[in-house]
């Protein structure tokens, strides 16, 4: 009984689904015609935007593709009794404008400025080279010429570097520093009639000392005072640790040196120690022998700092230089540094040094 009754259910179920399956596939086929269709309206479309014509109809029902060149008819053939006439044409098109240049007044020609013109100057100033440095003033008013201007320029034997000079003192090395005590007291001192700065004349000495160097040869420039901010100046050349004697090098130091001012005291074992830095095989040390002396100690110590240069010191004094007893002179320590280095020293009277 409860078979028959559940084939019963199956036959119900079987008979109420047999006419829902036949009109569920009627979707199916229509959704197909449908998204077929509906593609294909899309590609009628798409195919009729601009950019996918890649043909344009012209006027006479040709195809004609959009493209960057444009033709041009040939021009027709020259013809020989024509080719004097552009000549001529031109000719008279110019005419009327030079019969307006002729009939013009000065007053109706408009006013020009001159063209600047550059002429020989024969008094001016002559280039920076190995002769010598210009006769100019730079900056604060530093003359260039040299106080040793007329001396004869030193030559080298051997081939080996030239020499160079400061106050008469010459001597020749690949590797020359030149350093300059600047302290208050190298300054000229107005209570003295007929001084000079020494300050200013050791400048003046070095620019004409760069003028004997050559290119192969390297230089250093120092400054040094007790100034709390900037003891010891030591000039900045544009590339290397050590100028070159060129041009530019001296044109370089020329307009550093013009802003080095006197000031503060002096210490000159500082000043001579960064000098050996460098590692030169002269130096020439400019210095008024100011306080504080050094001692026998700091010289012995100096001499044993020193790699082999040479130390050339040039002494800035007032008067003659002073007599020890019996008429000899007393030997200062800027001599006993010369001596005990290989160098030499020199004597300069502060009222002499505007005199050549």
Known sequence: MQERSRSFRFARVADWLSPHQRWSTVPSWMMSVFGHGVLFAVLVIAARLPGCQGELTGSTGDAVREVGIHLKPSPPAPNPHEQEQPQQ????????????LDSATPESIPALPPIPLSTPNSGGTPMIGAGGLPSTRVGSGLPVASLGAGRA??????????????????????RIVYLIDSSSSMDADASIPGSHSPLHAAKLELLASLADLTPEQEF???????????????LKPARFAMFHGTDSSRLDVRLQVDSIRAAAGTDHRLGLTSAMKFNPDVIFYLSDAGEPFLTARELDDLRQLNRGARIHTIH???????????????????????RQNQGKYAYRDIRQLGRR
């Open 89 to 100: 044409q031109e000719t008279n098109a110019a005419a009327p404008a030079f019969a307006a």
């Open 316 to 338: 800035f004094g007032l008067g003659p230089e002073v007599n020890g007893d019996g008429g000899a002179l007393t030997e200062n320590f800027l001599q006993k540094l010369s």
């Open 220 to 234: 250093q420039v120092i400054f040094c005072n007790t100034s709390e901010r900037n003891p010891v100046v030591t």
């Open 153 to 174: 320029t030193p030559s080298s034997a051997g081939g080996g570097p030239a020499a160079t000079s400061m106050f008469g003192i010459q001597d020749a090395g690949r």
